[in-house]
């Protein structure tokens, strides 16, 4: 597709299980970023990749939070022993770097993630 | 660090009247300046962004934003709200570092009376 798509759009989970967040980018964006939003907040930083590197993991919140882009285009973002506390929408966006580039970051929907 | 403040956490405008959506933001340098519109259900949209130059920036649906930078300000406004504007609304800044992660604010509410 012509946009950022993400996978599950919905994931319910219990307490201290494994999950996975698929994130597939804009087709030649360098660039892609992991967001986090609770409900009634802002997109919250997480991970920024530039190709296969994460070159800015600062927003993770902890080391239970994980992501990867192995090819330098499809990223997973992983939480291990999931708290109550993830329960969030996790947003993906992809950009064009160099050349080009205009800042702009373009949003998949997002993948809502309910830890019960 | 960056910051961004929007005061406003809800907002309601009759249809066809103005709005304005305020935005202050704090950066050391000169920002990149955005605003996102999110619709129930929908990913976040660019309504439009400052980088440089003119400080009244043109967007997408009728929008404009004004940069003042001695107020650190970026408000959105549009001149007659129609019933599809209802949506949440969110300013964001960036740096020029080229890296392009954004930093949003918590986002305002417009509801939209007839």
């Known amino acids: 597709g012509a946009g950022v798509s993400q996978t599950p759009s919905n994931k319910v989970t219990e307490k201290g299980k494994y999950v996975e967040l698929r994130c597939d980018p804009i087709s030649g964006h360098t660039a892609l970023y992991w967001y986090r939003q609770s409900l009634g907040q802002g997109p919250e930083f997480l991970i920024y990749f530039q190709g296969t590197g994460a070159a800015d993991d600062s927003g993770l919140p902890n080391d239970r939070f994980f992501a990867v882009r192995p090819e330098g285009s499809v990223s997973t973002l992983k939480i291990q022993r999931t708290e109550r506390g993830d329960s969030a929408v996790y947003l993906c966006a992809s950009s064009l770097l160099g050349s080009g580039n205009t800042g702009e970051l373009f949003f998949g929907e997002g993948s809502r993630l309910t830890v019960l | 660090a960056q910051s961004v403040t929007q005061p406003d956490i809800h907002i309601t405008v009759s249809e066809g009247a103005s709005l304005e959506l305020r935005c202050n933001y704090s950066?050391?340098?000169?920002?990149?300046l955005f605003w996102y519109v999110q619709s129930p259900g929908q990913g976040l949209q660019l309504l439009l962004k400052?980088?440089?130059?003119?400080?009244l920036v043109q967007g997408i649906k009728g929008f404009e934003a004004e940069f003042k930078r001695s107020q650190s300000s970026f408000n959105l406004r549009k001149p007659s709200v129609h019933w599809s504007d209802a949506a949440e609304y969110f300013c964001a800044v960036g740096t020029q570092t080229g890296a392009n992660n954004l930093f949003f604010g918590t986002g305002t509410r417009l509801t939209v009376i007839p």
């Open positions: 950066y050391g340098a000169t920002p990149y």
């Open positions: 400052y980088f440089s130059g003119d400080t």
